[in-house]
């Protein structure tokens, strides 16, 4: 499986952004889905992930109500609606997918991943 990020960029704070997430290769059975991000100087955060059917869907706190996380598995692509952007949301935003049911705290451990996406940028301006 591989995975492909993109949708990043620079943007002011207040703006929105939708980041993407497009899935090749053994795709079948990727149940689930989820998007990282790491600060300059910080560990990687677990953002939002979403099962195969997106009956499940995780936020962490600090981005719940703001951020939308959805899947088309007709296109194999995950997305990350972020709204009302500010400057402390700046960082690479990662994709990773995983065959494996998650629960509970497994959704933001990041070592329970297989797969990984380059990483997208987003930087936003105050």
Do not use: H
């Amino acid at each position: 499986v591989q995975l492909q990020a993109s949708g990043g960029g620079l943007v002011q704070a207040g703006d929105s952004l939708r980041l993407s997430c497009a899935a090749s290769g053994r795709t079948f059975g990727l149940y689930t889905m989820s998007w990282f991000r790491q600060a300059p100087g910080k560990e990687r955060e677990f953002v939002a992930g979403t099962s195969s059917s997106s009956g499940i869907k995780p936020y962490a706190d600090s981005v719940k109500g703001q951020f939308t996380i959805s899947r088309d598995n007709a296109k194999n692509t995950m997305y990350l609606q972020m709204n009302s952007l500010k400057p402390e949301d700046t960082a690479v935003y990662y994709c990773a997918g995983d065959y494996r049911r998650k629960v509970g705290s497994a959704w933001s451990t990041s070592s329970g991943y297989t797969y990984w996406g380059q990483g997208t940028q987003v930087t936003v301006s105050s």
